[in-house]
T-cell receptor, first 116, second 110 residues
């Protein structure tokens, strides 16, 4: 029972490099989310998706792009990494069967990203 | 702007004590409220979800209450154990988006 799987688990980048974080879920969930967690700031929503082929901005979207080409995968991209993007990134998913989202979100174990 | 506050930021108790963690929020127009547990270096595990129409939810030794009108939720942990040591986060669902508090770091001493 994999649930939500994030790869990689750790990564160190230099300023200006690009990379993609992958999130995969095997629960057939419609909704997927990317958060970042920083000391003193809590978890903040970066982008989210309400279904295959859809994406939307969250609270802190600048400097990130996302894609949801397949229902089970949600990719987070950093085109030109900056030290301010050093953080722990979490992916989550939820099953939503109605108009009002009311299902619990299931989280992956996170990706620890350092930008030098 | 919705703000979620958790008090205290850290709590240390001896094993066996009953304890209460607090969560307050400024916008009462929430869909639901969720309590999570986070172990060091790990992701979040959902503990309880209370719909906006509910007053409380129970799971084992955990009981969560919700008072939307006053913007408050509490997580009650009965007969605490060292294995309960973790950071506990509350999050409100505001129009489909989760807004998190900064968490309460709980340490239960044997």
């Amino acid at each position: 029972n994999a649930g939500v799987t994030q790869t990689p688990k750790f990564r160190v980048l230099k300023t200006g490099q690009s990379m993609t974080l992958l999130c995969a879920q095997d629960m057939n969930h419609e909704y997927m989310y990317w958060y970042r967690q920083d000391p003193g700031m809590g978890l903040r929503l970066i982008h989210y998706s309400v279904g295959e082929g859809t994406t939307a901005k969250g609270e802190v979207p600048d400097g990130y792009n996302v894609s949801r080409l397949k229902k089970q995968n949600f990719l987070l991209g950093l085109e030109s990494a900056a030290p301010s993007q050093t953080s722990v990134y979490f992916c989550a998913s939820s099953y939503e069967g109605g108009e009002i989202p009311n299902q619990p979100q299931h989280f992956g174990d996170g990706t620890r990203l350092s930008i030098l | 702007k919705q703000e979620v506050t958790q008090i205290p930021a850290a709590l240390s108790v001896p094993e066996g004590e009953n304890l209460v963690l607090n969560c307050s929020f400024t916008d009462s127009a929430i869909y639901n409220l969720q309590w999570f547990r986070q172990d060091p270096g790990k992701g979040l595990t959902s503990l309880l979800l209370i719909q906006s129409s509910q007053r409380e939810q129970t799971s084992g030794r955990l009981n969560a209450s919700l008072d939307k009108s006053s913007g408050r939720s509490t997580l009650y942990i009965a007969a605490s154990q060292p294995g309960d040591s973790a950071t506990y986060l509350c999050a409100v669902n505001l129009r489909g988006k989760l807004i998190f508090g900064q968490g309460t770091e709980l340490s239960v001493k044997p």
